[in-house]
């Protein structure tokens, strides 16, 4: 896996976040996956990319183990990407990019996907961020501190934060 060194000299996760998947293709792509879409040609017809990008970007998601690249069938020649369960877990942050798009690109009433319980079919609720008790919590509400594997700057920084609030 790379270093996100050159987004985040504090060495958070957002920044090994954007060193995986921090330009639009790779995201895109993930989003195929979610919509069923396996083989590099309907990765390319459906998104219009270049072949040596969509190339690129296919490497780097199963390097980082985020997509799998298995054969059509036993002895196969030709290979279809599927998401693995790190994949899969991606799910509330493709969701969370579409609501906020939704909200601030498009408009709420103007939104150009919906997502649905398949079970209810309903539209899924929004994505939040609730405290361990169920309410949802607004930025104000959250405090960070440094974990156990926090770089020493981070610890110096969240402490300096967490002593002016």
């Given at each position: 896996m790379l270093k996100p060194d050159k987004y985040d000299p504090l060495k958070l996760s957002v920044g090994h976040i954007l060193d995986i998947i921090g330009e639009g293709w790779s995201m895109l792509i993930v989003r195929e996956a979610f919509l069923g879409t396996r083989r590099f040609e309907e990765f390319q017809g459906r998104l219009g990319i270049a072949r040596n990008i969509l190339t690129a970007r296919l490497?780097?998601?199963?390097?980082?183990?985020?997509?799998?690249?298995?054969?059509?069938?036993?002895?196969?020649?030709?290979?279809?990407?599927?998401?693995?369960?790190?994949?899969?877990?991606?799910?509330?942050?493709?969701?969370?990019?579409?609501?906020?798009?939704?909200?601030?690109?498009?408009?709420?009433?103007?939104?150009?996907?919906?997502?649905?319980?398949?079970?209810?079919g309903e539209p899924i609720s929004k994505v939040q961020v609730?405290?361990?008790?169920?309410?949802?919590?607004?930025?104000?509400?959250?405090?960070?501190?440094?974990?156990?594997?926090?770089?020493?700057?981070?610890?110096?920084?969240?402490?300096?934060l967490n002593k002016n609030e």
């Open positions: 490497k780097r998601l199963c390097a980082n183990e985020i997509l799998d690249r298995v054969p059509v069938k036993e002895g196969a020649k030709r290979h279809e990407y599927i998401l693995t369960n790190k994949g899969k877990d991606m799910l509330p942050l493709l969701v969370a990019l579409s609501q906020w798009g939704d909200k601030w690109v498009f408009g709420e009433d103007n939104v150009p996907v919906i997502f649905l319980d398949r079970a209810q609730f405290s361990t008790g169920g309410e949802v919590l607004r930025p104000r509400d959250i405090m960070v501190i440094a974990g156990p594997g926090a770089t020493r700057e981070a610890r110096e920084r969240l402490e300096e």
